[in-house]
């Protein structure tokens, strides 16, 4: 039995993991690469995830308005709370699409876990980072060049440990709800 046919399993959930899948990977790897994330990738993102659960919702209980306001509220929250956090000063304009477009696949309570989780995973991120040039660097930190090359390897992006906390919340809620369900239909807003 191929996994897509599993009688627990349902498409819709299986098709917001590979696209998130899909997306947060191409989102790190542009982001470590260019130190940006490109609005063709955001927003395109964002308008899928609306259509998806609009077209989606169509077919269930919840109806196509219902499946919008999902969408939306996940970028709502997501595009938010990095908004907030950019106008202080801190991240860059394509991390807040790239939130909010994550929060539009998985909704509002799945993109508040994941930026909970990222903001874990950047800090001890920099701790390590932090640390090492401490122990590596600290007999050449006179050199300004050496500083400034350290400066720069400090620098995060933070669609990296996004990537990180949205694939393991999505896995970690993934495999819980298919070990609790035994039979039931998974769902990411049960």
Partial sequence: MLFFE?????????????????????????????????????????????????????????????????????????????????????????????MGALGAWVGWKAILIIFIGSGLIAAIS???????SLIAGSAQANDEEKQQSLSDRRLIPYAIPATISAWLVLGGLFTLKWVATSGSPITLEN
Avoid: C
Avoid at 52 to 68: M, N, S
Avoid at 126 to 132: E, G, Q
């Fill in 6 to 98: 599993h009688p627990t399993i349902m498409i819709p959930q299986l098709i917001i993991l590979l696209f998130v899948a899909a997306y947060t990977a191409t989102g790190a790897a542009w982001d470590m690469k260019t130190r940006k994330l490109p609005n063709w990738l955001t927003v395109s993102a964002f308008g899928l995830g609306l259509v998806f659960h609009t077209v989606v919702g169509a077919f269930t209980e919840q109806g196509a308005i219902g499946g919008l306001l999902f969408s939306l509220a996940g970028f709502g929250v997501g595009f938010g709370i990095l908004f907030v956090l950019f106008a202080i000063g801190g991240g860059a304009g394509g991390d807040v699409k790239f």
């Fill in 126 to 132: 920099l701790a390590v980072v932090f640390i090492w």
